[in-house]
């Protein structure tokens, strides 16, 4: 079965500052990982994916991740916190092989990001 | 192009009662999937449909069934509701539904049960 922890429901940072959430898999197969982003109110919009590329992804609004097998980690990061970063971002997993998972997503509980001018 | 529809936007049911939520995929779109998020929980998967076919199902109770109509839009039925079903239920589709193909998300459902 495949899992997906994000460490820290909430985390604080400072406009301009670094933005790094944390997120661990638990995977039997190779897996392909996801971040989404959902603002209040609305669905989720992805921000980036890991399909066996490269392990370092780059997705919109200057955010990236980087794929650690070793670690069974897919962080993600962006330079600069913006205002409008402000949302709460989730980590997914999905299960590469076929049969009854196959395009299932499961998530993470979640991060909400607050930034502060 | 339009995304992905889902209706209503909101709607309250009583204990007991009957819903229907529907979703329609972005055009060229065969696969549909459904979420349940409940508050200040990460979206949990209740069924996908590929091409009209079940192709998974989550760990919900038979009182959740869905069913995926020829112009590939898609029907989450839940029976017998609870208190418990209130969240919001969101609708995906893909074009494949496989692993690495993108899954975009309607804005969803907010089903309040009283």
């Known amino acids: 079965a495949q899992s997906v922890t994000q460490l820290g429901s909430h985390v604080s940072v400072s406009e301009g500052a670094l933005v790094l959430l944390r997120c661990n898999y638990s995977?039997?197969?190779?897996?392909?990982l996801f971040w989404y982003v959902q603002y209040p109110n609305q669905g989720l919009q992805l921000l980036l994916k890991y399909t066996s590329a490269a392990t370092l992804v780059k997705g919109i609004n200057g955010f990236e991740a980087e794929f650690k097998k070793s670690e069974t980690s897919f962080h993600l990061t962006k330079p600069s916190a913006h205002m409008s970063d402000a949302a709460e971002y989730f980590c997914a997993v999905s299960d590469r092989a076929g049969g009854t998972s196959y395009g299932k997503l499961t998530f993470g509980q979640g991060t909400i990001l607050t930034v502060h001018p | 192009d339009a995304g992905v529809t889902q209706s209503p936007t909101h709607l309250i049911k009583t204990r007991g009662q009957h819903v229907t939520l529907r979703c329609s995929p972005i055009s060229g779109h065969k696969s549909v999937s459904w979420y349940q998020q409940v508050l200040g929980q990460g979206p949990q998967f209740i069924f996908q449909?590929?091409?009209?076919?079940?192709?998974g199902r989550g760990n919900f109770p038979d009182r959740f069934s869905a069913r995926q109509f020829p112009n590939y839009s898609s029907e989450l039925n839940v029976n017998a509701l609870l208190l418990g079903d209130s969240a919001l239920y969101l609708c995906?589709?893909?074009?494949?539904?496989?692993?690495?193909?993108?899954?975009?998300f309607g804005q969803g459902t907010r089903l309040t049960v009283v």
């Open positions: 995977s039997s197969v190779p897996p392909y």
């Open positions: 449909y590929y091409e009209k076919e079940e192709r």
């Open positions: 995906a589709s893909s074009w494949q539904g496989n692993g690495n193909t993108e899954a975009f």
